[in-house]
């Protein structure tokens, strides 16, 4: 795979909106540095996320999301508890939540929350820009978070990785090119995700999984996010070369969501060519 030349540039669009009101959000943050840090260091080891992704059927990551920018209110009644123990039920590998507030409407404490209703290793799913948002996840119970290669500069994604690993964190890597790929490989032990969605625009495009998903080594976990709601999507991605997905509004949107989930779950995985 050759590398794009195209060099890094800040995000525009929505993505770019977040991204600075993430930074914000920091800025309030830096009074608790040190509560934040010391709470994180003594957080107990929690359940391992790479390694709950890796079976022969699709893993699946079951998402508690309240709304989005792309589909607005989702479910604004939702329990975590409740929705967290329907996954773990189902058979989901994983468990995400999504703690950004303005357009998600999440918070840090759901997954405290679900920390405290399943056994199942939970992904941070935020816009992470700072390593104080990384302590908050640790300490509040996440196995893993997200980080979004479109958001960071290289440094910055290289930075955040290794703070990630200082507090016994793992990483999900979200790219949508070759040069984000390059990126996200350059870190050890990372699972990468390939986002459909267009963060910046909103628009959809599976071509973008279709292609990048062939190209992730065999011995990383590649994820499928964004546009995945029945079986016969699951089981496109699983022959584009995914062993995970990534499901959020259809899972919290049911009126059945481990029903949901058990069928999700339930899609074999036919896996990727080995490249040496």
Known sequence: MQASTKSWVVPSGLLGRIVDEARERVEALKPLEAELRTSAMAAPPHPPFAAALRRDSLALIAEIKRRSPSKGEINSRITISMQARAYEDGGAAAISVLTEERHFGGAVADVAEARRSTRLPILRKDFIVDPLQIAEARAAG??????????????????????????????????????????????PGSVIGVNSRDLETLAMDRSVSARLLPLIPSDRIAVAESGIATVADATAFAHMGADALLVGSALSASPDPAALAAELASVARVGRARRD
Do not use: F, M, N, Q
Request: negative net charge.
């Open 142 to 187: 996440a196995s893993a978070v997200l980080l979004i290669a479109r958001a960071l500069a290289p440094t910055e994604l290289a930075h955040l990785a290794a703070s990630a690993h200082s507090y016994g964190i793992e990483t999900l890597v979200e790219v949508r090119s070759d040069d984000e790929l390059d990126r996200a490989l350059a870190l």
